[in-house]
Structures are given as structure tokens and as C-alpha cells.
């Protein structure tokens, strides 16, 4: 079973500490997972409004949210 598979699962649970624990496990999973897709699309020459498009937002907030943000698998020295 994939990890998402596995936290959807216990999000379902009876549980509300197992299920609220899956819950933030979950978005913090989504958040990993969009950030390779925006760098992934970027990559491919997407504009902002072609990215906000297939994540239903506007181009201001995905703009806002991920450029200047350093692409996934890169490293800046601080």
C-alpha cells in the first residue's frame, strides 16, 4: 500500500487522534506533492496562469506561494 493509500486510510479511523494525525500527514504530503508538480510544470515551460488553471486558483496565489521558492531537488547555500 502507498503511503497516501495507507494515510487516507487512517484518516477514516474511528480514532480522532489516529484520523487527526493522518489529516496533517496527509497535507503535508499534497503540499510536497504540488511543489514537484508546479517545479515539474515550470520546467516544462507552463506560464503562472496555466499552473493556477490546472490547480483552480488564480495566478496571483500560485505566483505568490512558489516562485522565489527554490525548485524541488536544488540546493541554495545560506
Known sequence: ???ATE???AAGSTDPRVG???VRALRRLLERLEVVQ???ARRQGWS???IAE???VSRQ????????RPAVG?????
Open 38 to 40: 508546479v517545479d515539474n
Open 61 to 68: 496565489a500560485v505566483h505568490k506561494k512558489h516562485a522565489g
Open 54 to 56: 490546472a490547480l483552480e
Open 1 to 3: 500500500m502507498s503511503q
Open 7 to 9: 494515510l487516507a486510510a
Open 20 to 22: 487527526l494525525r493522518a
Open 74 to 78: 536544488s540546493s541554495r547555500e545560506a
Open 48 to 50: 503562472w496562469q496555466e
